[in-house]
């Protein structure tokens, strides 16, 4: 098991600060680095990091770097640590959307391995973040064919040593599976509120909303700017997904509308039986 | 407040075993009838019910009768009632759809108020019936024009008995505001599902899927005999339901599609913003 490394983590949120703190745990030398200076004093005197600055240059020898910004930040992010990093240093990311990413990504630094570890809560930023975000979650690396296997499997240990279920696969996969589970739920939910909000029976159908309203819509009401985002980065894969969607979804209304009660019933029958492969509901 | 009256309660499962537990309470004289002779000595042994019969005529001199059968088995009940209750009785039933019933139920008797008691459980069943199940929660009654204000007078007070918080509104009214708040998202759960069970990346996104999904999935991955019933009897609102999501839908899909990134986070906004009116994420 590989200590000891000289780790930089760029972005010090929910995400970054979680990785500093397992990575720490684990032996490692955590090298911190936020915009905010107010953020480097909070990592440093909760023990989150071993060193903080606001200057990328102070990762001018880590061995890896984690890119912890909003997704807008990385390449940016990437292009400036370019000029500074050892050619044999790694850098790895946790962006949730890979494939416009992965491919420049790579051409500003070889060593480059696409990240995304499906770790969240509700809280964002530094104060949420917490040991163990990541144990039993899944981890997915998207390397390209070019990419180093070294590289690979140096960011693989350290993902195992957060005690993440890790999964390799390419960009586009990687992004169509996304869409699916995780952005086109945010676009359903979204047109569920609308369409009620909207409706001539809004005021009795709040009366009535519950369980089933609350569950449906969660994330659909969840945060606009994010929401956004995902549809901004992964625009070709969540467009593929709502066609996807809306086929299925023309397919039962179909059913509905011609009163077709056996084919409605079988319909959902499968739902039912799909969705364990998926989720249990006990606790995630 | 009215106490001690001789109450008829019609199928002894979750609802009906809640009502009788909640109304015995209150000081009335409860009498169950369920098909099962199994389900009437369970009621007696567990103290349900005072009296309990598979004989609808056990009700003929009931002053309220409850009607807590499957939704197909309401107007059968209630035409085999009408041949044996005294004409000042009262009945009412909670079936979740009131379009299709109400007219031809006040027909059959003319002191029928159509009901609809918003509560429920994941268990059904006389075993899973529990005190205080409709405190609190929404209880929907749907009057006609023509239906005797002494019988909705009679109804709302035992409602006001239970705790509920009594809505008052049209068949039509209730339909469509049940296919928006309740019908509506088990369809599009079970689509979501249909789509990631047909995709290409089903199996990452079987690894992938989380709490996000699992809770847009939840009423679209229930129980499909249940599901298809609701599309079979409030068919009209749902389709409306549908339309309007549609709508809803299409409008996100082309501001995706066009990249007009201001436009996708104004209307994600929208939705976030109006969540709270109809739901709040504390347990219900």
């Not at 962006?95 to 809280?123: C, N, Y």
């Not at 309203?213 to 985002?229: H, I, K, Q």
Request: with cysteine.
């Amino acid at each position: 098991v590989t200590t000891g490394m000289k780790i930089g983590i760029v972005g010090l949120g929910l995400i970054g600060g979680s990785l500093a703190l397992d990575l720490k745990a684990q032996g490692h030398d955590i090298w911190g680095v936020s915009r905010r200076e107010s953020t480097c004093q909070m990592a440093l005197a909760q023990a989150v990091v071993h060193h903080a600055s606001p200057d990328l240059s102070s990762l001018d020898s880590a061995e890896i770097v984690f890119i912890c910004t909003p997704i807008s930040a990385i390449l940016p992010t990437l292009t400036e640590l370019a000029t500074m990093l050892d050619p044999t240093a790694i850098v790895t990311d946790v962006g949730s959307v890979k494939g416009e990413l992965v491919a420049p990504a790579t051409d500003i630094w070889p060593r480059f391995v696409g990240g995304h570890p499906m770790s969240g809560k509700a809280e964002a930023g530094l104060s949420a973040a917490t040991r163990g975000l990541f144990q039993g979650r899944p981890y997915v690396l998207t390397p390209l064919p070019q990419t180093l296997p070294a590289a690979v499997s140096q960011v693989t240990e350290l993902i195992e040593q957060l005690g993440s279920t890790l999964h390799v696969t390419d960009p586009t996969a990687h992004d169509r599976a996304v869409a699916l589970i995780s952005h086109l739920p945010v676009m359903l939910g979204a047109s569920l509120l609308q369409a009620c909000a909207h409706s001539p029976q809004r005021s009795l159908a709040e009366n009535l909303a519950s369980s089933g309203f609350r569950d449906t819509s969660r994330v659909g009401g969840g945060n606009p700017e994010l929401g956004a985002l995902m549809a901004q980065y992964n625009q070709a894969a969540l467009l593929a997904a709502l066609a996807d969607y809306q086929a299925q979804l023309t397919q039962l209304t179909q059913a509905i509308e011609q009163g077709d009660w056996q084919r409605v019933q079988a319909y959902l029958t499968a739902a039912h039986q799909q969705r364990p492969a998926f989720v249990s509901d006990r606790p995630l």
